[in-house]
């Protein structure tokens, strides 16, 4: 690995760690993390490997990514701010999710460039891998699905709160741009359950 790699999924991580303590939701901070991936994709993503059971492993990777990421965007609250503008405070839930996802793919790639190539091979020989690339497709492909379930939920969410304020709509029309500051308004606990922290 190279030290590309380790910055890459530590940027992803330090994303949504930083959202722990909120955050209010902007074109930019939904674009930023799909930026990192289609950046690592251009150096991982070598076509889509079709051969044996390269395409279920793909698929399952991308089943993941997506499964994960949306859950990280639910477990995230999403209210007005004291301005009325989407505001996004990550729980520990999402945040655990996101980090495992990150997490488990910078684990692979290190067990797999340190001693374990040969159970990898063995593991794929086993169950029709036939390609190297298709283990670093499926994962960069999940790591995109995982960012793009996120970045959706939270950009629909945030199109809820932007909907029910009306008055922001109008002020946003007539003036073009609002501030950029802002507190929360921490009310109720939307859709989390207990598990979720606020901080």
């Given at each position: ?119 990898i ?15 670093g ?14 970045t ?6 945030a ?18 741009s ?22």
């Open positions: 690995m190279s030290i590309t790699d380790y910055l890459i999924s530590a940027g992803l991580i330090l994303l949504v760690v930083r959202q722990l303590r909120g955050r209010r939701i902007t074109t930019f901070n939904l674009l930023l993390p799909l930026g990192i991936v289609v950046y690592a994709s251009q150096s991982y993503l070598h076509g889509l490997p079709t051969g044996g059971n390269d395409l279920a492993l793909v698929g399952g990777g991308i089943a993941l990514g997506a499964l994960l990421g949306t859950l990280c965007g639910l477990f995230t609250s999403v209210r007005p701010d004291a301005e009325g503008r989407p505001f996004a405070k990550a729980g520990w839930v999402a945040g655990g999710l996101w980090i495992v996802g990150v997490g488990s793919r910078l684990a692979f790639e290190l067990y797999a460039t340190h001693g374990g190539g040969a159970s091979a063995h593991f794929s020989a086993s169950h029709g891998i036939t390609s190297v690339d298709a283990w497709t499926a994962l960069i492909l999940m790591a995109f699905a995982e960012v793009l379930g996120r959706a939920v939270l950009a629909w969410r199109y809820t709160v932007r909907r029910d304020n009306p008055a922001l709509v109008e002020a946003e029309i007539g003036s073009g609002g501030p950029r500051s802002g507190r929360p308004q921490m009310v109720g606990s939307g859709i989390m359950g207990a598990g979720e922290r606020a901080f």
